[in-house]
């Protein structure tokens, strides 16, 4: 059964201000995304139905909550305390790299339309737009730029339990041109090929 306990169980995760669906009990992602799929008009949620049962591995994992939800993508609190992004495509534009700004990802991979990421669980409580600033500055010195991210956008950004600030979606940071998106590409072979 689906219950909403926001309030009480979801006050520190990373996705706070997004739609959440507590499960009574930890159940396998695949039922999740069955039950959410009931409740929910969510057209998505048939392709991550559809990809996620050609992965016993991923299908099986447990889960404690719908996170949150975004345009394309789904994310779940895992029973040990990690968040498991489903999206359709990846979600880093124009296939960019992970950054150091970004949340810190454990696993990911793609089955079909859709793309999965174990990240770690970030935090929310306590930050300011100081602490936007300071991300916004992190991404520009990695030589991208800031889309759809303004001065007062703290739910943007997480903090994990070591202290470090980074940046919750990866939307936020993109490339300046796809000149530049070209460039790093070419460069990055050039790197695997020394």
Sequence with gaps: MIINNFNRTNKNTNLSNINFKAFSDNISLIEALRKIRVTDNNENFDTFIKETSKNLELSSQKVRCLAGLGSTAAAF????????????GNHFPMNRPHETFDVPVYAKGKIGKMHYYLEEKLFQHGLSQEFVYDVKQAIKQKGYKTFDFYDYDIQQIGISRDGKLYLLDPECAKYKTIFHAIFNKLKNRIRKLK
């Design 77 to 88: 609190e895992t029973q040990d305390g990690k968040i498991l992004k489903l999206s359709i």
